[in-house]
DNA sequence: AGTTGTACCATTACCATGCATGGTACATAT
DNA sequence: ATATGTACCATGCATGGTAATGGTACAACT
C-alpha cells in the first residue's frame, strides 16, 4: 500500500490519508482483513505528527473503513468495500443544505445563520 | 425617540440600534406611521458611520418592524407591534439545532459538519 | 524493552468571518 | 441645492475555528 502526501496541496493532510485508503479498498488493493501500517510508523514514513495519521484512523474506523485491534494493529474492515459507498458526508450536506435553503426563504441572512450555527455547535446559549 | 450607544459594549452596535427600536415599539414608545431619524441623521448623532445604521434599518425593515419610503424617510411599520414578538431567530435556532442533533447522532463529527456547512454557505462544491 | 492504539495536555499558524469604517454614486423627491 | 434610501467598491481590526505540531502517559501484548 502506498501512501503519499503534499503539504502544498489546500486538501488537509488527514484527508489525503483518508482519500488515498479509501481509494485502495473500492479498487480491492486493499482487502479486507489486510494490515495498515501502525500510525506511528505510517507518521514516520510521511514525515507526519503521529497525531495527525491517527485523526484520519479514527475517521476511517468510525466509518467502519478499518478496524483498530489494540495492540495487534489496524486493519481493512470486513465490509470496507460496502462502507466506502455510504456516503455520510453526502447526508450531512443534503441535511445543511434542506435547512440552510428553508432559512433563507424565511428571510434569514447569511450572517445570521453563521452566527446561530457557531452558537450551537458551541453549545452557547442563545 | 431616544436612542444610544456604547461602544464599549461587546454587543455589535447595529443590534443595540435594532433592540431599542424594539424596545420602544412594545413600549409603545414608537407607535405604527412615526417616523424614524433618517439613516444620516442618526449616524451623526450617534457618531456612527452611516452604513451601521442602514444594516440596523435594513433588517428591521426586514422583519417589518419599519417601512422604509426612499427619500420619504423611514417610518414604524403598521404591524410593527406584533411583528417584535416572531422571532426569526428564534426559528434559525430551531431549525438549526434540529438538523445538526440529528447529524451528530448519525455519527458526524462537529468537524465534518463546520466544513459542509461551510461549503453550502460559500456555494462551494463539496 | 518495544510496539500497539488511545487519551490527555498544550501551542502555532492560517484562514474565514463579522463589525465597522470610508468613499462614491444613483434615482427620486422637496 | 438638499435630503431620502440604497447600492456598489474597498479596508482594518478582532475573533474564532481548523489543521498540524509536540509532549506525555496508559494498558495490553510480543
Chains 1, 2 share one sequence.
Not at 26 to 33: A, C, D, R, S, T
Not at 58 to 76: H, M, N, P, V
Not at 88 to 107: D, F, M, P, V
Amino acid at each position: 500500500m502506498q501512501i503519499s502526501v503534499d503539504i502544498d496541496d489546500p486538501i488537509p493532510l488527514f484527508v489525503q490519508i483518508i482519500e488515498q485508503i479509501k481509494q485502495a479498498v473500492v479498487e480491492h488493493n486493499l482487502i479486507p482483513g489486510q494490515p495498515l501500517p501502525s500510525i506511528r510508523q505510517l507518521a514516520n514514513d510521511l514525515n507526519l505528527n503521529s497525531k495527525t495519521v491517527a485523526k484520519a484512523y479514527k475517521l476511517l474506523e468510525r466509518d467502519a473503513i478499518i478496524q483498530s485491534k489494540g495492540y495487534r494493529g489496524t486493519f481493512i474492515h470486513p465490509d470496507a468495500a460496502s462502507n466506502c459507498g455510504t456516503n455520510l458526508k453526502g447526508l450531512i450536506a443534503e441535511t445543511l443544505e434542506q435547512a440552510i435553503s428553508q432559512l433563507r426563504n424565511e428571510g434569514a441572512t447569511d450572517s445570521e445563520i453563521r452566527i446561530e450555527f457557531a452558537n450551537i455547535m458551541n453549545n452557547r446559549v442563545s
